[in-house]
């Protein structure tokens, strides 16, 4: 069965500092994967998705990046964090190769930016 | 007007209780469609998708209206464990999964 593991589950960093995210995922290939933030109260904002090894979509301009070194290793990287970085971050995937399919998230990272 | 919309509550329901949410959305070429459960402090969780001719999941059924726009969940028999905020999913097509902002239960006994 396929699973998806995210770390670190909680994180505290102060302004100005880098971020680095990690997921992956097992028990599948060529999936298709994704970075959502969930802000206090909000619905889920994507962020970037992904569809192969080193092909990276962005959704919102904003001084976050993501990479997707392996296929199923996606990375979200920030050099200099915001405190409106602060949120839940969640890493998504959906079997690339069939179409309407939902969406399976990992446990999440809750970043604090102080 | 947002993608997807939903009422964002809170409902407060007895144990029970049967609750419905609804949700619209504005895309008209959107394929596919789910509910998912979100826990406090927790990842969302796919709880059911939507077709076209309606189904249903034990105590919960669903319903799309695509002349509309909108869909359904319907909860009966409502437990306590079913407190948690349901989000609205519509997919556009690849890549392009929006969810509403969640419409929050509480299921008091």
């Known amino acids: 069965s396929q699973t998806i593991h995210q770390w670190p589950a909680t994180l505290v960093q102060p302004v100005g500092s880098p971020l680095s995210l990690e997921c992956t995922v097992e028990?599948?290939?060529?999936?298709?994967l994704y970075w959502y933030r969930q802000a206090a109260g909000r619905g889920l904002q994507l962020l970037f998705y992904s569809v192969g090894i080193g092909q990276i979509s962005s959704e919102v301009p904003q001084n976050l990046s993501a990479s997707r070194p392996q296929d199923r290793q996606f990375i979200l990287s920030s050099k200099k964090l915001l405190l409106s970085d602060s949120g839940f971050y969640l890493c998504?995937?959906?079997?690339?190769?069939?179409?309407?399919?939902?969406?399976?998230f990992g446990n999440g990272t809750r970043l604090t930016v102080t | 007007r947002k993608e997807v919309e939903q009422d964002p509550g809170p409902f407060n329901v007895p144990e029970g209780a049967t609750v419905a949410f609804n949700c619209t959305y504005s895309n008209s070429a959107s394929q596919s469609f789910f509910w998912y459960r979100q826990d406090c402090r927790k990842e969302p969780k796919l709880l059911m998708s939507?077709?076209?001719s309606g189904n249903e999941d034990g105590r919960f059924t669903a319903q799309l209206n695509r002349a509309s726009q909108y869909i359904s969940l319907l909860i009966r028999d409502s437990k306590l464990s079913d407190s948690a905020t349901y989000l609205c999913?519509?997919?556009?097509?690849?890549?392009?999964?929006?969810f509403g902002a969640g419409t929050r239960l509480t299921v008091k006994p």
């Open positions: 028990g599948t290939s060529n999936p298709n």
């Open positions: 939507v077709y076209s």
């Open positions: 999913v519509v997919n556009g097509g690849r890549s392009d999964m929006r």
């Open positions: 998504a995937w959906d079997p690339g190769a069939l179409r309407n399919s939902p969406l399976h």
